[in-house]
């Protein structure tokens, strides 16, 4: 039984613990996993809805994993303030949700990531909002989709998944004429180049991928201007999109390698991106940082010598390339990209699976295309597992 000034142990046991006192201020992040923080008062709550003073409240309108995450991306970015969201998905739909009304227009780029076309092309057209298609590579062709009540042009810095390169600067100019805002997708090119200093509004990630890194996390991030991620913010907190501590925490961790990791697996897929080009039994590959791609001249201009971690091969077709990924010996198909080991995906059953023939004739996707996602390893020891694969799939 406890005495009068002694709790009882139940008591003890529900209260929570004081913060142990220090002078020092620890040298990695600590996680944080509160869902709701002590307020002093009345006064204080008014003070932090207000914004009077800095601080949380609840997790899912911010909390300090978040707060840290977000600021290293806007400063990678370039930007002035970011948001975390619960995946990529849900970073595309707090913009989407945050700057569309009903009757309004989204002009959409081809060969964009499966689900955000279907976002545009399924979901939102049933809350009345419009979209029509470009080619990000043209900006005439954006001038060309935009209507009266265009309000957002999005676009992917490299394409999913024949890696065209947007004219973001282009596709800048011409939305900013029409008082659009231009939101690129840069989760295929962290670090190669800055979209909003090319002039785009906003730019959102997959941080589940490059950032993450190690396939253990999902979360999406947006950075832009203050009143941008603002009214973005607000959106997450409402719809619930907002990202978790955990995962926060794991992505920041990520990025303190994300720089090196990012120069090995581009070095790593532009060598093996030039000996499958120069592979007979591969019929087609596509890479920036070929001479052969489209958009080659564009790249070395842009992306600062550095093409990106990911190569698409075409194999002619679904029975080629479905013997070549069973033939890898130690690269994982796994639907998804930029883990620290390298993994293949095939589009036509995975990100784009949902498309029918016509939108995947219109943007260049076969049965044969396979997906490689460069990773850390030793690139002869990456050749060695394409060329057993490779003549697995030679018949």
Known sequence: MSSPDEPDPSTTCARPVELPPSATAPLAPPLQLSAVYRI????????????????????????????????????????????????????????????????????LSEGLYGKTGVLVTRELVRFGISHTLFDATRPESLRAALTPTTRIVFAETLSNPLLRLADIAGLAEVATAAGALLIIDHTFAPLLCRPLALGASLVTHSATKLIGGHSDLTLGVVAGAGRLIERAAAIASAFGLSGNPFESWLALRGTATLSLRSARACETALTLAERLAADPRVPHAHYPGLPSHPDNARARQLLNGRYGTIVTIDLGDRTRADAFITALRHIPFAPSLADVATTVSHPATTSHRNQSPEQWARQGITPGLVRLSFGLEDPRDLWSDFDTALAGASF
Do not use: T
């Open 40 to 107: 002093a008062g009345l006064e204080q709550i008014d003070a932090l809805y207000e914004k009077r003073e800095s601080g949380f409240i609840y997790a899912r309108d911010g909390h300090p994993n978040a707060a840290q995450l977000a600021a290293k991306i806007a400063a990678l970015e370039g930007a002035e303030a970011g948001l975390v969201c619960a995946s990529g998905m849900a970073a595309e739909a707090a913009i989407f949700l945050g700057y569309l009304d009903q009757g309004d227009h989204v002009a």
